[in-house]
């Protein structure tokens, strides 16, 4: 079969799509042939080995797909071949196979085309979770996305509006906030610009912003905490801008506001009544279409270095996917 494999760290132009073995269904695993899988802003980190962990090399990147079982190994229940299914793991998605536990694939609902399953999970999960098992978004209430063009802002931009929020999209190009726009988005905020802070308070008449999501991070998400209502809650996504702010301890006192944190990685395990109740949401919005997820751009499998450019030039509108096969 196919796959990419990333040789070593220095240049996205030299990651390359090779003959490697079809993986073997070991016990208590399923095979998934691939036919549609997403670029995000870690895996365009992981290719160039500045992500917090590294892969020992070579390595296949990919973490999320949307494919068709091709194989079941025995005793495994709840899928036969022929399912499609959405599958989420760390690696090993940029391939045309791939064998994974039954635990980390869903059934892919009827009518959702592979681009749309590949676009979905890791986004609009951890949207749905923080803005309502962590933040607490209250219908009517005021939501500010920062980076809202991007793949995980976006998705923020649906679900606030589908949990009844007034969204505000800052994004730094005009393109980006009109991209935003179009999914929903009540207005735009072009936060490169001095004084966006001032607008924003125009725009709230003079509330601020209930809930800030932030996946941009740097002296952006100091600026934007400045300017959350009283009671407002500030959820820390990530920091694509690369630098960690510091908040002073003073600001939450001073604006009776909270930080809270936000890691997909750690709610099965901390939280697993939360995740479940996140998901069946989730799948039960994409079953009904009340929740279409944005497909950013999507690219030829022999495209897959162009997918993860977009992703480390900060030029991706919504979620880069790769068509395998
Ligand atoms: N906490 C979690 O569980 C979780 C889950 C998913 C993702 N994340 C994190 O969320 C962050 C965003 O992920 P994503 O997939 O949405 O990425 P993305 O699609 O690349 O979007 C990130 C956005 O950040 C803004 N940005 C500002 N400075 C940037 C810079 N120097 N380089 C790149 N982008 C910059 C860009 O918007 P403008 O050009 O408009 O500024 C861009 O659209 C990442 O740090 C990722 O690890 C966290």
């Known amino acids: 079969m196919k796959a990419v494999l990333v040789g070593n760290f220095d240049c996205i132009e030299n990651i390359a799509i090779k003959d490697v073995a079809k993986p073997e269904l070991s016990v208590g695993t399923v095979r998934v042939r691939i036919q549609a899988a997403a670029v995000g802003f870690v895996d365009g980190l992981k290719v160039q080995g500045?992500?917090?962990?590294k892969d020992p090399l070579p390595f296949t990147p990919g973490s999320e797909f949307a494919g068709v079982v091709d194989e079941v190994a025995a005793g495994v229940n709840g899928f036969v071949p022929g399912t499609p299914v959405i599958g989420m793991v760390t690696n090993g998605a940029l391939a045309e196979y791939i064998c994974v536990p039954p635990?980390?694939?869903?059934?892919?609902?009827?009518?959702?085309?592979?681009?749309?399953?590949?676009s979905f999970f890791a986004n609009y999960h951890t949207a749905l979770y923080a803005l309502s098992a962590?933040?607490?978004?209250?219908?009517?209430?005021?939501?500010?996305?920062?980076g809202a063009a991007?793949?995980?802002?976006?998705?923020?931009v649906q679900i606030g509006k589908l949990l009844g929020a007034r969204v505000i999209?800052?994004?730094?190009?005009?393109?980006?906030?009109?991209?935003?726009?179009?999914?929903?988005?009540?207005?735009?905020?072009?936060?490169?610009?001095?004084?966006?802070?001032?607008?924003?308070?125009?725009l709230t008449d003079g509330h601020g912003a209930d809930v800030i999501y932030d996946p941009v991070g740097g002296d952006l998400?100091?600026?934007?905490?400045?300017?959350?209502a009283w009671n407002g809650r500030h959820l820390v996504i990530g920091f694509a801008s690369g630098t960690i702010p510091a908040l002073r301890f003073n600001l939450p006192l001073l604006k009776g506001g909270a930080l809270l944190g936000v890691d997909l990685a750690q709610i099965g395990r901390r939280e697993p009544d939360v995740r479940?109740?996140?998901?069946?949401?989730?799948?039960?919005?994409?079953?009904?279409k009340t929740l279409v997820p944005v497909v950013?751009?999507?690219?030829?499998?022999?495209?897959?270095?162009?997918?993860?450019?977009?992703?480390?030039?900060?030029?991706?509108?919504?979620?880069?996917?790769?068509?395998i096969g």
């Not at 635990?103 to 590949?118: H, N, Q, Y």
């Not at 962590?134 to 920062?146: A, C, D, N, P, V």
């Not at 800052?170 to 802070?197: M, N, P």
């Not at 495209?303 to 991706?316: D, I, L, N, Q």
């Open 50 to 53: 500045l992500y917090q962990t």
């Open 103 to 118: 635990g980390d694939l869903f059934v892919r609902p009827t009518g959702i085309e592979p681009e749309v399953g590949a």
């Open 134 to 146: 962590r933040g607490k978004l209250q219908s009517g209430e005021t939501l500010l996305i920062l």
């Open 150 to 156: 991007g793949g995980v802002g976006i998705a923020a």
């Open 169 to 202: 999209a800052a994004a730094s190009t005009e393109e980006k906030r009109q991209f935003a726009i179009g999914y929903g988005a009540d207005a735009g905020l072009d936060y490169t610009r001095d004084g966006w802070r001032e607008e924003l308070k125009e």
């Open 221 to 228: 998400s100091l600026q934007a905490f400045r300017s959350i």
């Open 276 to 288: 479940e109740r996140v998901i069946a949401q989730l799948f039960t919005w994409l079953s009904e």
């Open 296 to 323: 950013g751009k999507v690219f030829a499998f022999e495209e897959v270095h162009e997918a993860f450019e977009a992703m480390t030039t900060r030029s991706a509108l919504g979620k880069m996917v790769v068509r």
